[in-house]
Nanobody, 123 residues
Framework: QVQLVESGGGLVQAGDSLRLSCAFS?????MAWFRQTQGPERSFVLG????????YYADSVKGRFTLSRDNAKNLLYLEVNNLKPQDTAVYYC???????????????????WGQGTQVTVSP
């Protein structure tokens, strides 16, 4: 069983930077961040394959979003620079315990999800 807890969201201004954290327990193979604005769909942001640090990004976030981790503390971080109002969303951490079949940007390949953390960016 994998448990995920996100933190670090809040109200920020455009141009600010923010670091979100995902504390997890259990063994993971892939971990990723998604975000959800209005509507039911969650959009892929970026992810990592835990055993070899292979990192994959959505094209729309390259350059401003960075993934990092603290293995000793079982933490996955998402750092966002130069925040924009369109980054306003609930950000979710997701995990898969083993190899997946399908696109790593598809939410359905991840078995475990956190409760999400709200990020609101004011103009």
């Amino acid at each position: 069983q994998v448990q995920l807890v996100e933190s670090g969201g809040g109200l920020v201004q455009a141009g600010d930077s923010l670091r979100l954290s995902c504390a997890f327990s259990g063994r993971t193979y892939y971990m990723a961040w998604f975000r959800q604005t209005q509507g039911p769909e969650r959009s892929f942001v970026l992810g990592i394959r835990w055993n070899d640090d292979y990192t994959y990004y959505a094209d729309s976030v390259k350059g401003r979003f960075t993934l990092s981790r603290d293995n000793a503390k079982n933490l996955l971080y998402l750092e966002v620079n130069n925040l924009k109002p369109q980054d306003t969303a609930v950000y979710y951490c997701a995990a898969a315990k083993g190899p997946v079949y399908g696109s790593l940007s598809n939410p359905s390949v991840y078995e475990y999800w956190g409760q999400g953390t709200q990020v609101t960016v004011s103009p």
